[in-house]
């Protein structure tokens, strides 16, 4: 059970770190957003 919790909170890490990239991009930058909205999915 705690290897859940560990995975959980790793994941909670990199989704906040991909949305905090989402943020910082401008919407002239199609491209990077969609490979980090693609990063979401995964």
Do not use: C, W, Y
Request: hydrophobic share 35%; no cysteine; net charge positive.
């Amino acid at each position: 059970m705690n290897e859940f919790f560990q995975m959980l909170k790793k994941d909670h890490v990199e989704v906040k770190d991909i949305l905090g990239q989402l943020k910082e991009t401008k919407e002239s930058a199609p491209k990077k957003r969609e490979a980090l909205f693609q990063k979401l999915k995964e």
